[in-house]
């Protein structure tokens, strides 16, 4: 009897275990049949090459540079992203990777599962990074720092290394899946608009002049003076005192010289 019921507790403990793990765990991300991959990075947030869930990723770079994508995300959706980076060549020592993920506020999101920041020795010939995102909410607290829909920028480099092997070549490989799409849940609410990083900052407008009204004579005849707050009329007001200092100065001495 006690064995039966340990076998039955021992039953609903493994089932539930299974229930917990989480679908970035069940399903690795793989690329997208016919995607066309990219093998290109941006330097900055604002020159992140755009990429889409399932499109790999492969470009040639040197250690020490800072390497930024952007992809959209949608509410309900789970994103898992994994990068390989290889050592073409021998380094002299070990050296720390990371990748951040940020919205489109450049707020840092939180990874739920993946090596986010791994370290690896001298001999290694690559590292694996990963980060499974956090499920994307239709709406958030404006205090909290939910994932919501819009864009989100990825940002892979070294942040511990030795000097000497600043520059070297490597090999970067990179894909972000889409393990799990719930749709959009059913909180009470919804974002106005995706977060979108203003990309285009500092738009010239091309507005169209207006034409002035025309002035009176009275007017006309005191547009040549200049303004109250002008450094002219300052400037006047003080060559006027410091001539009548002059000529106080001057009256005072010539008296004392008469006596």
């Given at each position: 009897m006690r064995n039966a019921l340990f076998r039955s507790l021992a039953a609903l403990v493994a089932v539930g275990g299974a229930a917990l793990v989480p679908a970035a765990a069940v399903a690795a991300p793989t690329p997208s049949p016919g995607a066309t991959p990219v093998n290109r990075a941006g330097t900055s947030f604002l020159t992140a090459t755009p990429i889409s869930a399932g499109q790999p990723v492969r470009v040639d770079a040197s250690i020490g540079d800072h390497l930024y994508w952007a992809f959209?995300?949608?509410?309900?959706?789970?994103?898992?992203?994994t990068a390989t980076v290889t050592f073409p060549k021998g380094r002299s020592g070990a050296s720390t990777w990371t990748v951040d993920v940020f919205d489109g506020l450049r707020r840092r999101?939180?990874?739920?599962?993946?090596?986010?920041?791994?370290?690896?020795?001298?001999?290694?010939s690559s590292v694996t990074l990963g980060c499974t995102l956090r499920e994307v909410r239709?709406?958030?607290?404006?205090?909290?720092?939910?994932?919501?829909p819009g864009s989100y920028v990825i940002r892979l480099s070294v942040t511990d290394l030795p000097e000497p092997d600043l520059g070297a070549p490597v090999d970067v490989d990179l894909l972000v899946g889409e393990?799990?799409?719930?749709?959009?849940?059913?909180d009470d609410g919804?974002?106005?608009?995706?977060?979108?990083?203003?990309?285009?900052?500092?738009?010239?407008?091309?507005?169209?002049p207006v034409a002035e009204p025309e002035a009176d004579d009275a007017?006309?005849?005191?547009?040549?003076?200049?303004?109250?707050?002008?450094?002219?009329?300052?400037?006047?007001i003080g060559g006027v005192?410091?001539?009548v200092a002059g000529v106080f100065g001057f009256a005072v001495t010539r008296r004392s010289r008469r006596r």
């Open positions: 959209s995300a949608t509410a309900g959706q789970v994103h898992e992203i999101q939180a990874c739920t599962a993946g090596a986010q920041t791994p370290t690896v020795d001298a001999k290694a239709p709406w958030a607290e404006p205090w909290s720092a939910d994932p919501l393990v799990a799409d719930r749709g959009a849940s059913a919804e974002l106005a608009a995706p977060l979108v990083p203003n990309t285009k900052a500092g738009t010239v407008l091309n507005a169209v007017d006309s005849l005191t547009d040549w003076l200049p303004d109250l707050g002008s450094r002219w009329v300052w400037t006047g005192l410091a001539a």
